[in-house]
């Protein structure tokens, strides 16, 4: 465990609900009523997988007596469509009051899945409560992701210092661009946070405050096969070069080149070749690897 008097830019917390997803390879999306051949790839246990990948769970709440949510998905190998059918029978949100008894000195960042407003919103304020007992220079950064489209998220957007709204969120909203998004959060931001909006295909475009938007193309792979997971391999890169202390425009190219790698690969395993490699870096990125 990192001792409480260490602060790393790796240290960031992430606060949301977690699935086991069972993914069924397809050739192609069936037909009502069809019967097609599937492979199957393997369950991946929580615990053990965050392990696989690094990613410290000591802060994990474990309700007993409830079952983990799990998700079917069903990936098209023709279209690279997914279809998702998801079950959660008993398992509670996150209270504020386990959030509260995390020790939130080592962390840098925290990062919140929109879900759970009432909650998501006190523990926010519990960080913003944290932070008036530091110097400016070590607060601690939260962001938020926006992403399904309900209504009431829209209440998530004042209280983060970098919010990520999802092109599925404008849509529900009726913005029809990037822009347009940017102009429309910013307006219900906090003054100085930074708005993220990626738009797949087309890239992702940015601001901070009242700065000029910043914009990133896409960087899609050769052949697409996989985008279960793209928005959250966006937003995990953005929020990795952010807290290394890069650039706003950089950060999102990043987050997109990451993303745009992720989608020409099945599962996870191989993007850490590619990211080990520096296969995804530019020149001015290649800090981010060390």
Known sequence: MMSSSTRDPRSILCVGHVCVDLINLCSHYPEEDAKVGTTTANNRFLLEDFAKYGVNTEQAVVCKGCECPSSCVILSRATASRTIIHSNKNLPELSVED?????????????????????????????????????????????????????????????????????????????????????????????????VCPWGEEGASAC?????????????????????????????????????????????RFGCRVAGAKVGVIGWEPMRGLLGSGTLLLKNEASLAT
């Open 99 to 195: 959030f509260a008894q995390v020790d939130l000195t080592p962390y840098q960042w925290i990062h919140f899945e929109g879900r759970n407003v009432a909650n998501v919103a006190q523990m926010i304020k519990l960080v913003r409560e944290h932070n008036k007992g530091l110097p400016r220079g070590e607060f601690i950064t939260t962001s938020v992701e926006i992403e399904k489209a309900k209504p009431e998220l829209e209440a998530l957007i004042p209280l983060a210092d970098v919010v990520f709204v999802s092109k599925d969120f404008a849509a529900f909203k009726g913005y029809s661009n990037k822009a347009e998004t940017l102009e429309r959060v910013k307006a219900l931001a906090h003054p100085g946070a930074v708005v």
């Open 208 to 252: 901070q405050g009242s700065g000029v938007m910043v914009h990133s193309p896409a960087f899609p792979p050769a052949s697409v096969v996989d985008t279960l997971g793209a928005g959250d391999t966006f937003n995990a890169a953005t929020i990795f070069a952010l807290a290394h202390g890069s650039a706003l425009e950089d950060s999102i």
